[in-house]
């Protein structure tokens, strides 16, 4: 069974910058959808950003479009999110997350996700 481990995650001042990797360990993930999700304190896990089986396609979420970028590199088996203007409401612990799905079904809701790391906690404060 694959697993997924994440890293990077920290505290930052508002307007920061932060950026996360995940690396599967256990099997590989290069042609399957990879996503990151994120869960604050007494609310459920939300969608984030999915990214195909080639990093051509990417899908974000309205909350997030246009300061974080997913990306991946099969060479290395990795996935990032680089994470920009950081604001006190991205404090959460952010998964990564992949699907038996193969390719560029990227799909947005928690239960169409097969695989999950332990998480990692961003903190978004000054």
């Known amino acids: 069974q694959g697993q997924l481990v994440e890293s990077g995650g920290g505290l930052v001042q508002p307007g920061g910058s932060l950026r996360l990797s995940c690396a599967p360990s256990?099997?590989?993930?290069?042609?399957?959808?990879l996503g990151w999700f994120r869960q604050a304190p007494g609310l459920e896990r939300q969608f984030v950003a999915a990214?195909?089986?080639?990093?051509?396609?990417?899908r974000y979420s309205d909350s997030v479009k246009g300061r974080f970028t997913i990306s991946r590199d099969n060479s290395k088996n990795t996935m990032t999110l680089q994470m920009h203007s950081l604001n006190p409401g991205d404090t959460a612990v952010y998964y990564c997350a992949a699907r038996r799905a193969r390719f560029n079904d990227l799909t947005t809701t928690v239960d169409t996700y097969d695989y999950w790391g332990q998480g990692t906690q961003v903190t978004v404060s000054s």
């Open positions: 256990g099997r590989s993930f290069t042609l399957n959808v």
């Open positions: 990214i195909g089986w080639n990093g051509a396609i990417t």
